[in-house]
C-alpha cells in the first residue's frame, strides 16, 4: 500500500543511454512532480503536473522529459545521459492548493540515478 | 526570490540532549513553512508544517517548531534527542506558482549526528 512509489530503486549505466524512471501514487492527490537531489543533498525542483498538464518547467536541459498518462503516473525520461545527471531523483505528489487550507507532499523513496 | 537559509550544516548533540535546528526563509507573503526528514537511503518524511494560526506547531516524533515573522525564522526543536533522529533534515518554503501555492523550496539541510 505505498503511497508514491517510484521504480527502479537504483539505476546504474552508461552515459550517452536513454532512461526512464517510473512514479506512481495511490493518493488521490492530482499533482505531481519530480525534485533531484544533488551530491550535496540540495533538493530542487525540475517538473510539476497538475492533472496531466505541465504547471512547472524550471530550467532543466531538453534530454529531461516529463510525461503524465493520467494524474496517478509521472514518469521521467533522460535522454544521452551525462556525468552530470548523477543524483538521487524523488518523486512526490499533492493536492493542488489555491494558497489555504491543508498542503503538503508526500515522497517517494527516490530513484538513486548513477552515470558513468 | 524566495530562498531557505539552514545555517547549520552539521550538528552533533548527545542522546537526551535537546535540540535546536535553525531556518530562516525569504518570502514576501505570508509562508507556508514545513520541516521534512530524510533519513539515510530513504525518502523525505513530512515532520510538521505551518501555514496559518498558533504560531508553535507540533510535528511526529516529538518536534516542534516555531514560527517567528519577525525574525522570518521557523527553527525546529525536540526536547530530547533519541539516536533514531540522527536523519538529514531539511526545512522549506512554499511559493506560489501560478497563483497557486505547490512549489517547495528547500535548504540545504542539516545533518544531526547523535552521541551515545
Same mark, same amino acid.
Given at each position: 500500500d505505498t503511497a508514491v512509489s517510484?521504480?527502479?530503486k537504483y539505476l546504474v549505466t552508461q552515459m550517452g543511454?536513454? $532512461? /526512464?524512471?517510473?512514479?506512481?501514487?495511490?493518493?488521490? !492527490?492530482?499533482?505531481?512532480?519530480?525534485?533531484?537531489?544533488?551530491?550535496?543533498? =540540495?533538493?530542487?525542483?525540475?517538473?510539476s503536473y497538475n492533472n496531466k498538464e505541465l504547471i512547472i518547467n524550471e530550467t532543466v536541459p531538453n534530454r529531461f522529459s516529463p $510525461? /503524465?498518462?493520467d494524474k496517478?503516473?509521472?514518469?521521467? !525520461?533522460?535522454?544521452?545521459?551525462?556525468?552530470?545527471?548523477?543524483?538521487?531523483? =524523488?518523486?512526490?505528489?499533492s493536492l493542488w492548493d489555491r494558497g489555504l487550507g491543508d498542503y503538503g507532499y508526500t515522497?517517494?523513496?527516490?530513484?538513486?540515478?548513477t552515470v558513468v | 526570490a524566495q530562498s531557505v537559509t539552514q545555517?547549520?550544516?552539521?550538528?552533533?548533540?548527545?542522546?537526551?540532549?535537546?535540540?535546536?535546528?535553525?531556518?530562516?526563509?525569504?518570502?514576501?507573503?505570508t509562508p507556508y513553512l514545513f520541516w521534512?526528514?530524510?533519513?539515510?537511503?530513504?525518502?523525505?518524511?513530512?515532520?510538521?508544517?505551518?501555514?496559518?494560526?498558533?504560531?508553535?506547531?507540533?510535528?511526529?516524533?516529538g518536534f516542534e517548531a516555531e514560527f517567528k515573522r519577525s525574525q522570518s525564522s521557523f527553527n525546529l526543536r525536540k526536547p530530547s534527542v533519541h539516536w533514531s533522529d540522527a536523519a538529514e533534515?531539511?526545512?522549506?518554503?512554499?511559493a506560489l506558482y501560478g497563483g497557486a501555492t505547490n512549489k517547495l523550496i528547500f535548504g540545504t539541510g542539516t545533518l544531526l549526528a547523535v552521541q551515545p
Open positions: 517510484q521504480t527502479p543511454n536513454d $532512461k /526512464s524512471i517510473k512514479c506512481e501514487q495511490n493518493l488521490g !492527490h492530482d499533482t505531481m512532480y519530480w525534485y533531484k537531489q544533488d551530491s550535496k543533498k =540540495f533538493l530542487k525542483i525540475m517538473f $510525461k /503524465s498518462p496517478a503516473h509521472l514518469n521521467l !525520461h533522460i535522454n544521452s545521459l551525462e556525468l552530470g545527471d548523477s543524483a538521487v531523483y =524523488f518523486c512526490a505528489s515522497f517517494g523513496s527516490g530513484t538513486r540515478l | 545555517p547549520d550544516i552539521h550538528i552533533t548533540v548527545s542522546e537526551g540532549a535537546s535540540l535546536e535546528l535553525r531556518c530562516n526563509y525569504s518570502y514576501g507573503a521534512y526528514v530524510q533519513s539515510p537511503g530513504q525518502g523525505l518524511q513530512l515532520l510538521l508544517k505551518y501555514f496559518s494560526g498558533d504560531t508553535l506547531v507540533q510535528g511526529i516524533k533534515y531539511f526545512c522549506a518554503v512554499g
